[in-house]
């Protein structure tokens, strides 16, 4: 993302039993006293710190101290979507990034014999001709051999099968829930089938491993990972309907089943992307143990995270199947938040006197609404079969939507806030003094100041109770130029911005007034979206999100 940038590595977490927010915090002081000007966290806390307020955990208040140095702070949104609430990462001061999938794919796929073609994944050669199929139950030198035994089915050990029946074929071997705990790899069934001249592999998903999505993983024969258990069913139905059997001792004569696989080594473009992925964390952002809704975006933004290619440790223990590589292949908003810290590098190599709020600004407002086709950005919604459950991402789904690099670098202008307006929000949750005493040493006096107050480039109202008004101020770091505002309000609530128009000069501010009306009781998330356009060019973007709606109008029903 930002070339010649320098790369500090703090080790804070182990593989064997994950780690300590004491060992986080540590970490990120000692970055901080490096010097560093932005911290990529792939990490969030594993669960929500109990007490008054969410944002007070050891780490989101390390992380406000880090942005009291000004540094710029990247975190992963978590991988615990796609339900609402979903969020990991919860503070204003953090830039928070969930996961999109980019247009690079790996399609591959199984051609039956009956024409039926079946998609997986498996970053694998094809093979030139229909083959035939064996399964590995059926291929078992000791015929007393348990198969209901789950790693026998699994092709994890040579030894067990019998090389006449599997050798130039295609070998079925069953995918199940011990491959996800580590306990059989692909890597060893490749071995398996490479021992007995296999023409390659297919494997099947056992019922039990559901929802589970599967990168495509790198495979040197030629062999197909069948991700969804009904096609994993139309597999079998088909090899198992195309077995000839002796009637009587019902001993297999014949394995009919032929296929072939199509391959995957080159990549493949689609024009549905970009999409949040369905893992992605959704906002609304919860404001405390009692999962009350805080007057904050998040996430903050998407950027590509899913099938993301990078930099491996060929020492590294941590994935079997990448062991002995220099690149991997990885999903997760772990994969999205450093392509945003390297963004971030880029604009404070522009503009090195931003602060960490001025970077977020810029990225967030000048982020992509629409996929590749010029569509809505779309959001999956669910587990299983996500791509049948998709709809038009909302900031909750997406922030203010998908990085734009080139566009971050010249925003026009800038929505600012520092450290003493962290300080303030924290101050104006009731009963915070103490805690706020407690991480920063400062008092807090008479503050009433709520989070959608924040001068933040997106307003979230968790509660509208009739009518709110809310300013916000931009600082043009263009030349001078004259702005026309446009917006489009949520459902259920009317808004109107004042000014309307404004011409700014370079360097200057303005301050807008927003204010928002309840027009129908509703405890319905719904979105709209304020648009600043500049005569030269520049358009800065704000989501709205308001959710639960109190209208007094009585003449409504
Ligand atoms: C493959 O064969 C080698 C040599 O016989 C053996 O050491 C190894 O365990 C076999 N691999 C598998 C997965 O069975
Ligand atoms: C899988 O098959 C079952 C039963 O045949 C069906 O109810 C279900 O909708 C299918 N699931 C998918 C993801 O197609
Ligand atoms: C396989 O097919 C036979 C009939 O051809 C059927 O009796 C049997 O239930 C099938 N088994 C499976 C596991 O589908
Ligand atoms: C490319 O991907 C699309 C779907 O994303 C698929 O329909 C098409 O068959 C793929 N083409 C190849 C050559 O794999
Ligand atoms: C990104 O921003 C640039 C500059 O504003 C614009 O030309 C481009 O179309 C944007 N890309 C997307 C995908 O929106
Ligand atoms: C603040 O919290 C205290 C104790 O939890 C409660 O008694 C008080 O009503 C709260 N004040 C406001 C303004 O919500
Ligand atoms: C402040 O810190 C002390 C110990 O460091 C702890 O005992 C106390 O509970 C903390 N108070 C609050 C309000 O967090
Ligand atoms: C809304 O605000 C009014 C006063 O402005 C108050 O009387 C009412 O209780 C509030 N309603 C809710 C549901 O909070
Ligand atoms: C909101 O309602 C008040 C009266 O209830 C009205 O004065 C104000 O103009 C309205 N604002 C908007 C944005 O509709
Ligand atoms: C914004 O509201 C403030 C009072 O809250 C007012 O003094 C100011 O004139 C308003 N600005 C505009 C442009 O409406
Ligand atoms: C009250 O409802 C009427 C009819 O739906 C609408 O025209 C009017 O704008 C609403 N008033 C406010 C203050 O929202
Ligand atoms: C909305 O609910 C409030 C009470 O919470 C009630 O006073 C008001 O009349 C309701 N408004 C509408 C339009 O139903």
């Known amino acids: 993302m930002a070339p010649r940038s320098h790369i500090s590595v703090y080790k804070a977490l182990y593989k064997s039993f994950g780690g300590f927010a004491a060992d986080v915090v540590a970490a990120i002081d000692q970055a901080a006293q490096d010097g560093v000007d932005i911290v990529s966290l792939s990490i969030t806390p594993n669960r929500r710190p109990p007490g008054i307020a969410t944002f007070f955990n050891p780490i989101d208040m390390a992380l406000l101290s880090a942005v009291k140095a000004g540094i710029f702070v990247v975190q992963a ?18 830039f928070t990034v969930g996961a999109a999938a980019h247009d690079r794919v790996y399609s591959n796929s199984l051609v039956l014999g009956n024409t039926i073609t079946i ?50 074929n295609l070998l079925i071997c069953s995918y199940s829930i011990r491959f996800v705990l580590g306990l059989s790899t692909i890597k060893q069934a490749l071995e398996t089938a490479k021992n007995l001249s296999a023409a390659g592999v297919v494997f099947y998903k056992d019922p039990f491993v559901i929802g589970f999505q599967l990168n495509p993983i790198p495979m040197k024969l030629p062999g197909v990972i069948i991700s969804s258990p ?29 296929a072939s696989i199509s ?39 998407i950027a590509p995270g899913n099938f993301i290619w990078a930099a491996w440790s060929s020492i590294g223990t941590d994935s079997v199947e990448f062991q002995g590589e220099n690149f ?25 006197s931003f602060s960490p709020s001025a970077i977020g600004s810029a990225l ?12 809505p950005i779309m959001a999956q919604h669910t587990y299983t079969n996500p791509d049948s459950s998709q709809s038009p991402a909302t900031p909750f789904d997406m922030g203010s939507g998908l990085v734009n690099a080139t566009a971050a670098l010249d925003p026009g202008l800038i929505l600012d806030s520092n450290f003493d307006d962290f300080l303030s929000f924290l101050c104006g949750i009731n009963g915070s003094a103490p805690v706020v005493f407690n991480y920063t040493s400062q008092r807090c006096g008479m503050s009433t100041v709520n989070a959608a107050d924040l001068n933040l480039p997106s307003i979230t109202i968790a509660r509208l109770n009739q009518s709110r008004t809310v300013q916000r101020t931009v600082i043009n770091i ?17 808004v109107s911005v004042s000014p309307t128009r404004f011409l700014i000069e370079s360097g200057q501010k303005q301050v807008l007034n927003i204010s928002f009306n309840a027009t129908m009781n509703s405890s319905l998330a719904s ?15 704000l989501p709205l999100s308001v959710i639960v709606k109190i209208s007094s109008n009585s003449t409504q029903s």
């Open 478 to 494: 263009a030349g001078d130029e004259s702005y026309f505002v446009g917006w489009s309000a949520p459902y259920g609530v009317s």
């Open 119 to 168: 998609p997986g994944v498996g970053l694998a050669p094809g093979t030139k001709d229909k083959i035939p199929m064996v399964s590995a139950i059926h291929a078992l030198t000791d015929e007393e051999t348990n198969v209901n035994d789950m790693p026998v089915g699994e092709c994890q050990d040579s030894s067990i099968l019998n090389q006449d029946l599997v050798e130039g």
């Open 364 to 375: 967030s407002t000048t982020a992509s609404l629409y996929n590749a086709q010029g569509g």
């Open 263 to 301: 391959g995957g080594i080159k990549a493949n473009y689609s024009n549905s992307a970009p999409k949040v992925m369905y893992y992605s964390a959704r906002g609304p952002d919860p404001q405390d143990t009692f999962l009350a809704d805080a007057d904050i975006l998040k996430p903050n933004l």
């Open 77 to 94: 949104a978590g991988n615990t979507g796609p339900s609402p609430k979903s969020i990991a990462s919860f503070s204003p001061w953090i």
């Open 527 to 541: 979105f709209g979206r304020i648009g600043l356009f500049g005569n030269k060019g520049h358009v800065a973007n």
């Open 230 to 258: 009904n096609d994993s069913k139309v597999l079998l139905q088909y090899y198992n309907s195309s077995l000839e059997r002796d009637e009587a001792s019902k001993k297999i004569l014949k394995f009919g089943a032929v």
């Open 328 to 352: 991997a292949m990885m999903s997760g908003t772990s994969m999205a938040a450093p392509h945003v810290a390297g963004l971030a590098a880029l604009v404070k190599q522009k503009f090195p």
